[in-house]
């Protein structure tokens, strides 16, 4: 059985938003075709401090894809809560993901896409 939830690395090789999108946009369309339910993404925060432009870029874009249909839902990691609508449904559609070591952790380096 493939994997239901899928870890990406969007941060590594420090890429540009655009490239970023990009690998995004690709993930999401493998996810489409495969039985991958879950996608975590790792963007990371940005080294200011303050938020980082990645992260902003990939989150900008997901709203797109959410208007677009390509993706159900998704939610940044300091709102990955079970007390949040948005997590408690997509942890309905993928229970695993309720060991998930980032769930509850207000971790803003991350974002959880149900595709």
Same mark, same amino acid.
């Given at each position: 059985?493939? %994997?239901? +939830? !899928?870890?990406?690395? @969007?941060? =590594?090789?420090?890429? $540009? %938003?655009?490239? =970023?999108? &990009? ?7 493998? =996810?489409?075709? $495969?039985?991958? /339910?879950?996608?975590? *993404?790792?963007? #990371?925060? #940005?080294?200011?401090?303050? #938020?980082?432009?990645? !992260?902003?870029? +990939?989150?900008? &874009? *997901? !709203? ?10 998704? /939610?940044? #990691? ?12 997509? *942890? ?10 980032? *769930? ?9 896409? @149900?595709?």
């Amino acid at each position: 059985m493939a %994997a239901r +939830i !899928r870890i990406v690395q @969007l941060e =590594a090789g420090m890429p $540009s %938003a655009e490239d =970023a999108r &990009s690998r995004l946009n690709a993930e999401i369309n493998k =996810a489409r075709n $495969s039985d991958t /339910v879950v996608l975590k *993404l790792i963007h #990371g925060y #940005g080294s200011s401090g303050v #938020g980082g432009r990645l !992260r902003d870029a +990939i989150r900008s &874009s *997901l !709203r797109k894809r959410r208007k677009e249909g390509k993706i159900r839902s998704f /939610v940044g #990691g300091e709102n990955w809560s079970i007390f949040e609508d948005v997590t408690r449904q997509i *942890l309905d559609e993928c229970a695993e993901l309720s060991k998930d070591k980032d *769930l509850n952790g207000y971790n803003e380096g991350i974002t959880i896409v @149900l595709i």
